[in-house]
């Protein structure tokens, strides 16, 4: 069976965590030690990324002049990437890097794709708690849909609670939040963050208001 056809079988089965770039999907990985695939497709090749407990281990770069593997791909990554990370089993993501397995990690580090830890100074956070509170004029919104999303890609959501409140635990950065009720769509907003926790009050009237 071809790469290419192995790999869709495996995503047919297996749970879409996210989309991010090649720092993000590094940084993620490895904080959650996740096991899983980084799936970067365009018109002109498809690259894939495989994670083992937080590492990247494998890797498959494909183009119509053929198939890479391992090494040899990596040397084909670019910052630019974006990658959709999906979730698969130990025992699947095993028989893929047996296939395509990274020897070399310093192809990433060379070119600063992987933190190499400075001694003595603090971590980056990377993770962080972003907490929205919906008003509507001077009232809370109880039971509002909560969207956050990242480009096309609605990466988590929730309802708010009766002081109307709601947390989510995402990647530093900038996000699109929507906010609806019952009644559809009310409003948009624009949030980035890039401490551990961060309370944003969001009204209804497209006005944001940010405290730390």
């Known amino acids: 069976m071809a790469i290419n056809d192995l790999v869709d079988e495996i995503l047919e089965q ?3 965590e996210g989309c991010f770039t090649l720092s993000e999907l590094l940084h993620y990985s490895n904080i959650h030690s996740l096991t899983g695939m980084g799936i970067s497709k365009d018109s002109t090749h498809t690259f894939f ?30 910052d630019g990437e974006e990658f959709d990370l999906y979730l698969v089993a130990p025992p699947i993501a095993d028989a893929l890097v047996s296939r395509c397995r990274v020897f070399e990690k310093s192809h990433l ?7 190499i830890p400075t001694i003595g100074a603090p971590t980056r956070q990377r993770v962080g708690v972003l907490c929205l509170t919906i008003h509507d004029g001077q009232a809370p919104l109880a039971g509002a849909h909560v969207s956050v999303r990242k480009g096309k890609l609605v990466i988590t959501s929730d309802v708010t609670d ?6 989510f635990r995402l990647l530093n950065g900038r996000y699109m939040c929507v906010v609806s009720d019952r009644t559809g769509e009310r409003t948009r907003c624009i949030v980035e963050f890039h401490e551990p926790q961060v309370e944003t009050r969001v009204d209804i009237g497209g006005t944001e208001d940010e405290s730390r």
């Open 14 to 16: 297996s749970t879409h």
């Open 49 to 78: 990324l495989v994670f083992s407990r937080g590492e990247p281990d494998g890797a498959v770069f494909a183009d119509e002049k053929g198939t890479l593997f391992g090494d040899s791909a990596v040397l084909h990554l670019a």
């Open 109 to 115: 580090k060379r070119n600063g794709r992987l933190d």
């Open 162 to 167: 009766s002081g109307g409140r709601v947390c």
